[in-house]
């Protein structure tokens, strides 16, 4: 447990990027993207399959370019998806070396780590409603941490014990309600005015967070390793920290652009 708390106060600093926004913010997603695929295709390597890593970097190079230069066109995200397909596909051009499981782990290595991670970016970037960035960690932080204390102090019966045998139900309860109250007293004391979509997104990122977690446990099941990385002590690399962050990003967005903005107009 001291490790645990200890590596959640090393990760402090870095939230102090979500303060900053903007570039430093973009930066941030741009490096936890490179890094975080580099890790998740490590672990394919395990079980001898080979990713591509050159069309992770090129995807990442291009997905953040258009950001950069055109963030408004929607067709150049729609080219870049395209291209991303295509490269992948292309890299099984070298019959002989390669197989369907490499052209497929390259596909799924950049949709999961780098795409979604992506929105962390996209939040910054919705003009009045980007402090609700903040909920994109609180809810994926908070639900990890009160399901852990949960889970240790009440936890009696397993949620999935051949995904996570030390995730129990009673844990995940707790994960969800301390989503709703660190998301309750965010939206109460910064942003009032949209409260009650603060205990929304609480109760929806308390649910998303915990399956974007077993996902991540499924992956390294599959792939034979404990952690992803090693990078943070406690927490193991890039991955195994923002593997719920790669699900309550997405969701924060979609739930403003469609519900928020939408209820606004």
């Known amino acids: 447990m001291k490790t645990r708390i200890l590596s959640a106060v090393i990760m402090l600093p870095l939230l102090t990027l979500v303060v900053f926004g903007g570039r430093p913010l973009l930066i941030a997603c741009f490096i936890i993207g490179v890094m975080g695929v580099r890790e998740f295709y490590q672990g394919f390597e395990k079980i001898n399959i080979k990713p591509s890593y050159r069309v992770a970097n090129l995807s990442i190079l291009g997905l953040y370019a258009v950001n950069l230069f055109a963030p408004d066109e929607i067709h150049y995200y729609m080219f870049w998806l395209f291209a991303v397909v295509i490269l992948s596909l292309i890299y099984l ?11 497929m782990a390259t596909l799924t290595g950049i949709f999961y780590v ?68 660190f998301c309750g007293i965010f939206g109460y004391f910064v942003i009032p005015q949209l409260f009650i979509h603060c205990i929304i997104i609480g109760i929806l990122g308390g649910i998303i967070s915990q399956l974007g977690d077993l996902t991540a446990s499924i992956f390294k099941r599959k792939m034979g390793i404990k952690d992803f990385g090693n990078l943070i002590p406690g927490h193991g690399g890039i991955l195994d920290r923002f593997d719920s962050v790669l699900f309550t990003a997405p969701m924060v967005y979609y739930y403003i652009v469609l519900v928020i903005s939408q209820s606004v107009l």
Not at 93 to 103: G, M, T, V
Not at 125 to 153: C, H, K, P, R
Not at 158 to 175: R, Y
């Open 93 to 103: 051009f070298n019959i002989e070396n390669r197989e369907l499981n490499d052209a």
């Open 114 to 181: 780098v795409f979604l991670s992506f929105h962390v970016t996209l939040v910054d970037q919705t003009g009045e409603y980007g402090i609700l960035v903040w909920l994109i960690f609180i809810t994926a932080f908070g639900t990890d941490s009160m399901a852990y204390f949960a889970g240790y102090a009440f936890g009696r019966h397993k949620l999935a014990p051949k995904i996570s045998p030390k995730k129990t139900i009673e844990g995940s309860v707790g994960g969800i309600v301390g989503s709703v109250l």
